[in-house]
């Protein structure tokens, strides 16, 4: 049974920061390619920044140069640091995973962790 489970999230100002924080389980971890979705309200699903199993980062261009996506693969999690954030940034985030390419479906979902940012 795969698990991706998400923490982290909370209530900040603009300009703060938060890290979250995805618990893989079930699987094995560093063959898949993760990645972090957001949806906010009103607004549909989309993705914030993937990490292919070589290693290779995409960021949407929305959160160049404020978000970073890690992992720890002796912890099995994955990380989304977030800085100098901006109220368009309150969303539900969500982790994800996919075995092999980046491309085509995802295929496992995290329950989301919620970010509000306050001007």
């Known amino acids: 049974q795969v698990q991706l489970v998400e923490s982290g999230g909370g209530s900040v100002q603009s300009g703060g920061s938060l890290r979250l924080s995805c618990l893989a389980s079930?699987?094995?971890?560093?063959?898949?390619?993760m990645a972090w979705f957001r949806q906010g309200p009103g607004k549909e699903r989309e993705g914030v920044a993937l990490?292919?199993?070589?290693?290779?980062?995409i960021y949407a261009d929305s959160v160049k140069g404020r978000f970073s996506i890690s992992q720890n693969n002796a912890k099995n999690t994955l990380y989304l640091q977030m800085n100098t954030l901006k109220p368009e940034d309150t969303a539900m985030y969500y982790c994800?995973?996919?075995?092999?390419?980046?491309?085509?479906?995802?295929?496992?979902w995290g329950q989301g962790t919620q970010v509000t940012v306050s001007s």
């Open positions: 994800a995973a996919k075995r092999g390419s980046c491309v085509g479906t995802w295929t496992y």
């Open positions: 079930g699987y094995y971890y560093s063959s898949y390619c």
């Open positions: 990490i292919d199993s070589d290693g290779s980062i």
